[in-house]
């Protein structure tokens, strides 16, 4: 079986190692020209630990987490408002069973366990022409290739879905914010402590990441949808800029500090709905076929836990595994992406994600 996966990001590593294990030929495209780096704490909980189990990755890991201490509310002038040394916004219950741990760190432990897997940096797909037996597909750099199936694990705006199911504004449903996300030296001398801040529709949360050397800065503001560039990062730069730098406390050097930042992203808080996720010979996984949003805190778990479940179907049987990928999978999504929207302005309820988190039998 030759499959092509569209996404290095959580789903894309994941799909290619259990495909890969069940025997099949597997290539990852990706258009960036290598790994990208940076990117917020994430929280892998539930289902999405066993799966790290069975890949064997389970105890590295829970190595690489945070091993954050507590967490901090300031007000403009940088008095405490509120101080937690049990949870914390971007993980949670400190003392929980979950696993926090910032995102380049975690792709780059699922890379490693993809040995055999051929990836193809610098490219896209340009086009999908599929027939009864296979999918041809033409890249941007004009090479041809035939594959068994293609899957998109391309993201919150992926290229796959455009191509296969038509423009995103029929599948994206905007949840009222967008957020930006970018490293930058220690300069608070924080120790494994994230710090928070909000006045009005913006706000800004700052922690650690490497060993207390940078700072993981997640700044955003609500809005209703913007129309701007996706590849303009200078445009959405001006976008935070605009919103959060009336905003006080450390703000000034927050913003200089994005301006320089070689990891900038920037994305609006939205989900992904669609009836199907496959089309013939091609399925979407992860953000591409059902965003959560960072709002639910858990698109890492669903992206992981939802390859998983791709794979197991299509490796032990491919006539009608998309379908049998959706039955096991719907309810599993419907839980974690009510998540987002429990609560509007703060967290879901630990119940709530406890619920959501481990809503899948794995057996």
Known sequence: MRVLISGVGVGGPVLAYWLRERGADVTVVERAPAVRRGGQAIDVRGAALVVAERMGLLERIRAARTQMLGMSVV???GAEL???TEETVSGGRLDSDDVELMRDDLIGLLLSATEGVRYRYADSIAALTQDADGVDVTFDSGDRARYDYVIGADGLHSNVRNLVFGPERQFLRHLGMYLAIYSAPNFLGLDRWQVWHRD???GYGVYTARDNTELRIN???ESEPIDYDYRDLDQQRGLIERHCSGLRWETPKLM??????????????AQVHLDRWSRGRVALVGDAGYCASPLSGQGTSLAMVGAYVLATELGEEPSGAFERYEERLRPFVALNQALATENPGGPASDESVRRAADGIDLT
């Open 75 to 77: 007000d403009g002038d």
């Open 82 to 84: 509120f101080r937690s």
């Open 200 to 202: 009005g529709s913006a």
């Open 219 to 221: 700044a955003g503001f």
């Open 256 to 269: 200089e500090a994005m301006w320089r930042a070689e990891d900038f992203y920037f994305d609006a808080m």
